[in-house]
């Protein structure tokens, strides 16, 4: 590969990662931590850019099968709720929510008109504009074989030109000095940073989105492993140096929003309110391009790689069947609100996270266990288990019989238990078999 072809591969995995969470969070976490910003940061850093960058790394070194070692039935079920998550019922939807909450809402003289349908109001305009959004990106999903051309060397380039302009406007004319911290960034920011990275479903991404690149080099003709692996990582440090780059800027704007963000139930709000004081008209156009491509490459490499899952998993259903299938899906679960999308997800990433973590661990300890399959296999249910708690106790459950576990309180739960079987499996030794007891 050019170096052209090495620089759009990882634009294209920039791209795909920078969505609506990855815009969404940043400013509403820098806004709440104030004075903790700092701390709130690195930890949102570590969730939502380091481990997303160790991940791809890991699915490179896995050559993809990163889930090689489980049982085949126990990584199927695993796989399809990842999917899932990361495509129709969750990430995809939601970036094209925040498209029209960003991209094309603030420019609505009338945005509530409603109509009913089975006893459901449905929002004219936003049931209009998800219809076209996921259309476009479902035209687009149908070439998979000419991603890397139409978003790492045509979308993405414009999108970083106007994403440059946006951040260093936030550092040259910020709005206020920065507030103080409140809720849980004043005691426990960098665990608060932590959790709040959650929210930008990055590292579940990774998962899928390393298969989807390692696929593009196939079809542009790179067909070993070990040139796969390598153009893979160049790709995830483009990427990561990228997504790192937004999210310090998007802290730094939420931290100095000052009265601007009072009452923002999420970033968008901040960001756009942010971006009507300072430029008027014209940013509000600059922020709605930058939000509506964003978006859109992200929505596109999630149904492409959803699409290719479950045609691998279903084939008697073609690729483009499922391009329209979960094309159509994202449209209809994007008419939810972005608040009440958001409040649903976090229980089900609390749950998630925990395993997805502990399977990229693994997945680089594995020539270091003496029974890899095994290992792998105690781990990711330890992981689950206690990721399941701390799902419940997000969900708003009573969980105060379990208060005494460490980090419980911080919706952690899973770190301690899960990170002590790693050290047992590393310290447990596979029995020899005695060849005079066989005997």
Known sequence: MTITDTLGLGFMTFAFFLGAGNLIFPPLAGFLSGENMSLAMIGFLITAVTLPLITLIAVAKANGKIMGLLPPLAATIFAIAIYIVIGPAFAAPRAGLVAYEMGLKPFLADSNSTFMLAGIALNISQLLYSLIFFGVAMLLALYPGKLLDYVGKVLTPIMLSLLVVLAASVFMVPATEVGQAVGDYQASPLTKGI?????????????????LIIDVLRRKGVSDSKEQTKYLIRAAFVAAAGLAFVYISLFYLGATAGDIAIGADNGGVILTNYVNREFGEFGQFLLAAVVTLACLTTVIGLVTACSEFFNELIPSLSY?????????????????????????????????????????????????????????????SVALVFGVIDGLKAAGFDMGLIDFMPLHNEGMAWLLPTGLTIVVCLLVKKPNSDPLLSS
């Open 320 to 380: 483009r069947a499922f391009v329209i299938i979960i094309s159509l899906i994202c449209g209809i679960v994007a008419n939810v609100g972005l608040a009440e999308l958001i409040s649903i997800s976090v229980p089900v990433l609390y749950t998630i996270y925990p395993v997805a973590m502990a399977l990229v661990a693994v997945t680089f300890l594995t020539k270091k266990f003496s029974m890899p399959e095994f290992s792998h296999r105690i781990v990711l």
């Open 195 to 211: 959790l709040e990275g959650y929210n930008t479903m990055d590292t579940l991404a990774s998962l899928i989105f390393g298969m």
